[in-house]
């Protein structure tokens, strides 16, 4: 028993991969951007950006939001920490 470790004082939302820690920075850093944009200043592709944007805001750490430009078609969609 002695090799036991014990984390209490750590919660799941304090892991997170080095992907979606540079994902926050940009957010941080750049404020609400659109996932195309993400691909650009990362380099990785927009699945992979996509699939740790979903698992960031199932987290609640960041949200997305819409904005219509007054265009046809669909909106951009922006993602941004969340307050």
Known sequence: ???KVIMS???KKDF???LQNNLI???EKDGPITRRELVKVLKIPRT???DNLLKL???KLIEKFS???GRRGRPLVFWRIKE
Request: no cysteine; hydrophobic share 35%.
């Open 57 to 59: 805001q199932r987290r």
């Open 1 to 3: 028993m002695a090799n």
């Open 25 to 27: 920075k940009v957010l």
């Open 16 to 18: 997170v991969t080095p």
């Open 67 to 69: 904005r219509n430009n």
């Open 9 to 11: 004082n750590f919660e």
């Open 48 to 50: 992979t950006i996509y």
